[in-house]
């Protein structure tokens, strides 16, 4: 059973990545009046360092996670690195069970999983969506109806995966965000709520935050922490290949 709930762990972390969702089946279309949204969206930019995250080249976050599930209520310890530059993305969890890599080299995506499976691209889920607003294909719309009741919006990028983002009434700072997305012909819908932002070189990024994965037939919860954050730091091409 602990493979079992390893294996659904890494299929669902990495949604997140520091920070997700993933592919909408009710997806919105292109919109046609949101101004309230985007100028949600835009306060929602700034609150996490304005121009400084939409010009940030580079993001390196490493940390902890514990993982506990419906099923086994033992904490499951492991470790977690996301590195982003530009389009080009890495993603490593190290648990007791099934070690994860998967990286983005701008083309082409390599996965450590078996069966040619891969996880939704991270830099389309999540915090990697809010430096994107404004750009073509990166839409902003309302919430669902059931949702609406909250100050937020739900931003899409160009290839259909979402985020409903919630903000802070008063810093307009993301307090959470949720969506739902389908892993093996299973449904998965996940919940974030961030607790704590550090701010590295002007840029606001989650620093502990609480993830709940619900699939078909278990909940898993899990609680990061990050110990290093790293902005606009050098990375070497080399990074994004799992030869490195």
Do not use: C, W
């Amino acid at each position: 059973m602990r493979k079992i709930t390893s294996l659904l762990f890494i299929a669902g972390i990495f949604s997140f990545a520091a920070f997700a969702q993933g592919q909408g089946k009710d997806a919105a279309a292109a919109p046609k009046n949101f101004a309230a949204e985007i100028e949600l969206a835009r306060l929602a930019l700034a609150a996490h360092g304005g121009e400084k995250l939409r010009a940030m080249k580079t993001l390196v976050v490493k940390g902890s996670v514990d993982v506990t599930t419906s099923a086994i209520a033992q904490a499951i310890p492991a470790t977690f690195i996301t590195i982003f530059a530009g389009e080009k993305y890495r993603i490593e969890i190290l648990n007791p069970f099934q070690p994860l890599k998967q990286v983005f080299d701008g083309t082409q995506t390599s996965s450590t999983i078996r069966g040619g499976f891969t996880l939704p691209p991270i830099n389309r889920l999540g915090f990697p969506l809010l430096p994107r607003l404004g750009e073509q294909g990166f839409i902003v719309t309302s919430l669902p109806e059931n949702k609406k009741k909250k100050k937020g919006f739900r931003m899409t990028s160009p290839e259909g995966f979402y985020t409903d983002f919630y903000l802070d009434e008063k810093s307009n700072q993301i307090k959470g965000y949720d969506s739902s997305y389908e892993i093996n012909g299973r449904n998965v819908t996940t919940s974030v709520e961030i607790d704590k932002f550090r701010v590295v070189e002007g840029v606001a990024v989650p620093e502990r935050y609480a993830q709940r994965f619900d699939t078909e037939k278990l909940t898993i919860y899990a609680n990061f922490k990050a110990k290093d954050i790293f902005v606009n730091s050098k990375i070497e091409d080399g990074v994004f290949s799992l030869a490195e």
